[in-house]
């Protein structure tokens, strides 16, 4: 979960670069799927529901927190993150460590994203 100041617009930017779902829906509190599974929770915040709040709303957001996350169509994934105009941090790049393809962006609240291809290392069944 992460904590943003718009929900419906970090909706649909996440629901747009990963090619997932709202699987909630809402001003305050957003959860997003893929392939029926649960990927990421949007909480506004101002909205501090019965747990009070979740962040300083005064703080910047995203100060030191990648967002990374693998995905099967790597190609698809980094060509509908520049369609949406995502500004891009690092341009596609294969991690030497991982030997994986990545791009790295940033959110509407500045929190960076890194979009990876499968790596060899973590072969999925």
Do not use: C, T
Not at 87 to 114: C, F, M, S, T
Request: proline share 6%; aromatic share 8%.
């Amino acid at each position: 979960m992460i904590v943003v100041r718009d929900v419906a617009a970090s909706s649909r930017f996440y629901a747009e670069i990963l090619g997932a779902e709202s699987a909630h829906g809402g001003e305050e509190y957003e959860q997003l799927a893929s392939g029926g599974e649960l990927v990421l929770q949007l909480h506004h915040v101002k909205v501090d529901h019965h747990h009070g709040p979740l962040a300083n709303e005064d703080a910047p957001l995203g100060n030191g927190a990648l967002l990374w996350f693998e995905v099967s169509d790597f190609n698809a994934a980094a060509e509908r993150a520049k369609s949406i105009g995502a500004a891009i941090e690092r341009d596609i790049h294969v991690n030497p460590n991982a030997k994986q393809q990545e791009i790295w962006l940033r959110d509407p609240d500045g929190y960076l994203v890194v979009l990876a291809g499968p790596s060899p290392y973590r072969p999925r069944a």
